[in-house]
């Protein structure tokens, strides 16, 4: 069994050398290529003075490159930390002071995107683009060529491992106004990766998709579970992502067996995707997560792919995937909405009334995960850890961790869990998960903004559009294009307020709060 | 079709601005400079429907057809001269 993520490639290599591990933008590694480049990396990053723990930034667009830093930097005793090529600059320079990362694999023109003064931690880059027309970069960088001269047999053997390392950090949005760093251990991952083998039955036969950016959780499942069934992990590119109808012809023409998306991009497929037109017959399996599917749209999913097998996972970042519902197209035409269903393997969930006490079925409650895939908290932040990774007070026969979710639930008379919202302002839209205390305060970082509330406006096919009310200080402009400007260069695009609105003064509670509630059903 | 191109660019700025981008050529890649994206397509494409009156199929809705302002335009006018000849049509 394996302990850490790493003996998946390795023990994958020695079974399917010759296999085709990933396939990204018309290039592909077998097994053995990436085992043994992954082993080069690991050993260019321990001479140029990666030590264990320390963190490395992987940013660049998802290539071949990307599981090659991943197994490098975790052969290499590092924990990897996926930065977003498509957010601004300002937050990726937040996260790497944040976490102090201390070499990037990069491309130049994503390095010099960066500004240096913003990124000291950094002490050299691995450019995975062609040494051709180098000019020097700052911090120094190391060529991708430069690989050939380390031995690609092993990994470096002088590291002690526990499963219990930290493997990869997840940044999301945070509702102070910065994003948070998801620490995540092997045993976190392998937790769950092991989990998807036995309840999937990944084959190597199988083709997966890559659907989501590698910072967003659901990659962990594309990628470790293909690299643990010796299976093939197909990136989508990025006209794939966009295109619907491109989309249908890249799932049918790869062969894809295996698919793990949000909703979102499945409902732009049934509506868009042209389906009909395509031989799907390979696709065997449809995961989703991230949010809410609209039932009206799964069950037209469910016609057009009558032989694939559908689940609705759940689970937040910090706790991989905690529940999990196989649908039942019997049932489908009856339901309401589409349950997150019940524990995986190795978890137990439960939720908890405002007196903390169990709730019984037909009951609503917060929802807490127990389990060896439930996080340590957050790179630096243990008071936001404190509170949301507590002690289990049901128990106290020994020490252990839990994890409030935020999410409401009811528990259903059959033992299933129906998700029903929210306890705080975290929004999901396109399955991004957003705070939108987050976009509130880059919006009222503009000198001119006096006061502003972001608020969610459900939708159907992205279960949210945000829509920012802003009041300006007397005597100031302000167009709402300058403060889109102002908002693009902090959040990522997904975050970006889909309207905005200026007035006067807003609406106020009677104790003086901003009404949001107000402001959510005024549209 | 100085008028199709105008209205195009119209669309093609105004999301431009809202990403903090200037200056955006006919010819770049709406693409790759992040003007369109999956959020932004089908918005676009309403903004097509709604301003030319064409009907845009699923299956047009790739990226040659919409990589940049001049691939749009070539697009929109060819579906306007179509509409226009229906015997021309395949």
Not at chain 1, 481 to 492: D, S
Not at chain 2, 76 to 88: E, G, I, N
């Amino acid at each position: 069994m394996a302990y850490l993520l790493q003996q998946l490639l390795t023990r994958s290599a020695s079974k399917h050398p010759d296999k085709t591990a990933v396939w990204a933008r018309g290039r592909s590694l077998t097994y053995r290529e990436l085992e043994e480049r992954s082993n080069q990396l690991a050993h260019l990053l321990r001479k140029h003075g990666i030590h264990k723990g320390d963190r490395v930034g992987i940013y660049f667009p998802k290539a071949v490159e990307s599981l090659v830093s991943m197994f490098g930097v975790l052969k290499a005793g590092g924990i990897y930390v996926p930065l977003d090529p498509q957010q601004p600059a300002q937050r990726i320079q937040y996260i790497i002071d944040n976490c102090s990362i201390r070499a990037l694999v990069t491309t130049r023109e994503k390095l010099q995107s960066l500004d240096r003064e913003a990124i000291q931690s950094v002490q050299f880059s691995v450019l995975t683009d062609s040494s051709s027309g180098a000019e020097k970069t700052n911090p120094r960088g190391i060529f991708w060529e430069e690989l050939a001269n380390f031995p690609a047999e092993t990994a470096p053997e002088d590291l002690q491992f526990t499963t219990l390392d930290l493997a990869y950090i997840l940044y999301t949005s945070g509702s102070t106004g910065r994003p948070k760093g998801v620490m995540l251990s092997h045993q976190n991952a392998l937790t769950f990766i092991e989990w998807c083998a036995g309840t999937f039955q990944i084959q190597s036969e199988d083709r997966l998709s890559s659907h989501a950016p590698l910072h967003f959780d659901l990659s962990v499942f594309d990628i470790y579970n293909a690299i643990e069934a010796g299976a093939t992990v197909y990136m989508v590119p990025d006209d794939a992502l966009l295109f619907p109808a491109t989309l249908a012809k890249f799932i049918a023409g790869q062969g894809i067996s295996v698919w793990y998306s949000v909703p979102s991009a499945l409902v732009h497929l049934v509506l868009h995707g042209n389906l009909k037109a395509q031989n799907l017959e390979r696709l065997r399996l449809l995961l989703f997560a991230g949010e809410v599917f609209p039932i009206k749209y799964l069950r037209q999913l469910a016609e057009l792919l009558p032989q694939v097998e559908l689940y609705n996972l759940y689970g937040p970042t910090e706790t991989n995937v905690c529940t999990y519902y196989r649908v039942d197209r019997t049932k489908l035409a009856s339901m309401e909405k589409i349950p997150i269903g019940r524990a995986c393997a190795n978890t137990e969930v439960f939720a908890v009334d405002e007196q903390r006490r169990l709730i019984q079925p037909g009951q609503t409650g917060e929802l807490y995960v127990r389990g060896p895939s439930v996080t340590n908290g957050y790179w630096g932040d243990p008071e936001k850890t404190r509170q949301m990774v507590v002690s289990n007070y049901f128990q106290t026969h020994y020490s252990e961790q839990m994890y409030r979710t935020g999410d409401l639930v009811i528990l259903r008379e059959d033992g299933d869990y129906d998700f029903v919202g929210r306890r705080d302002s975290q929004i999901k839209s396109r399955g991004y998960r957003i705070e939108l205390g987050e976009i509130e305060t880059a919006l009222l970082s503009h000198p001119a903004v006096k006061e502003v509330a972001v608020v969610a406006i459900p939708d159907e096919e992205i279960s949210n559009r945000i829509k920012a009310v802003v009041s300006v200080h007397d005597g100031a402009t302000l167009t709402v294009t300058h403060l889109q400007q102002h908002c693009a260069q902090r959040v990522p695009k997904y975050m970006m307020p889909d309207v905005i609105e200026f007035r006067e003064v807003l609406p106020k509670t009677s104790t003086g709060k901003l009404d949001r509630v107000v402001l959510a059903v005024q549209r | 079709m100085a008028e199709i191109r105008d209205k195009i660019r119209e669309f093609v700025s105004e999301t431009a601005q809202s990403r903090g981008l200037t200056n955006v050529t006919d010819s770049e890649s709406l693409i790759e400079n992040g003007v369109i994206d999956s959020l932004t397509i089908f918005r676009l494409v309403s903004f097509l429907e709604d301003n030319f009156g064409v009907r845009i199929g699923d299956e047009e809705i790739v990226n040659d057809n919409f990589q940049s302002v001049d691939t749009i335009e070539s697009f929109v006018a060819d579906k306007l001269s179509k509409k226009r000849s229906p015997v021309q049509r395949g």
